[in-house]
């Protein structure tokens, strides 16, 4: 029977694109500065190191990137500085606080460091759920078994008794398939298959609630 539902953060949660496309403009600034080359110039080198370590564990960082080439940036700090560019989808809310009225455990695994939980915290997230994994507890990334049945185990759930939501194929819906839970993929977009890979396929969050319904 099913006691819990993970969910993954960016993209199926929230948005943290409004912040990107504001800070990042200010790194190409910074950044030619101190290289002595022109805007595109920076932005290409940075851009080039951020796709050389596509799904890495540095990649799901951007204080990693800010350090390889010594700005005087922290993401952290970004997310308070500009709290309103975290944006959650208007479909979530709702659906937690159902699912929370049922009962259902609820928890969070993300591949991203610590300042995920800012992220939590300051869209008002955080108190939906009762646990909270990041990379940095267990120094590992989705879809890597460890992080999802330190979760588990933290909720005191076996894996066939979880569901993972996630909009990430490789991440969640194979890390969580990986140790034996259900698996939702949120697809917003619409624009993208699973080739039937994902238990059950959404576009929002209100189709959560039949999905639950079903589920022995």
């Known amino acids: ?120 915290k300051i869209t008002g997230l955080d108190r939906y759920f009762d646990v909270v994994v990041t990379r940095d507890d267990v120094g590992e990334i989705k879809p890597n078994p460890k992080i999802f049945l330190h979760a588990l185990e933290m909720l005191g759930v076996n894996p066939e008794d979880a569901v993972m939501v996630g909009d990430s194929l490789w991440q969640d819906v194979y890390g969580g398939k990986n140790i034996g839970m259900k698996t939702v993929w949120i697809n917003r977009s619409g624009n993208d298959t699973d080739y039937y890979f994902a238990d059950f396929r959404i576009r929002t969050f209100h189709e959560l609630r039949k999905i639950v319904g079903v589920l022995p």
């Open 1 to 120: 029977m099913v006691q819990a539902l993970l969910f993954d953060i960016d993209y199926t949660l929230l948005t943290e694109m409004p912040l990107i496309q504001l800070f990042l403009p200010q790194v190409y600034e910074k950044l030619a500065k101190k290289l002595g080359v022109n805007k595109e110039e920076a932005r290409n080198r940075f851009l080039s190191e951020i796709f050389l370590r596509k799904d890495t564990y540095e990649w799901h960082d951007w204080n990693f990137f800010f350090k390889l080439f010594d700005l005087d940036m922290k993401y952290e700090e970004l997310i308070e500085r500009y709290p309103h560019k975290i944006t959650v989808y208007p479909d979530v809310p709702p659906v937690l606080e159902w699912l929370k009225e049922r009962g259902y455990l609820l928890g969070v695994v993300t591949s991203g460091p610590e300042y995920q939980r800012v992220k939590l």
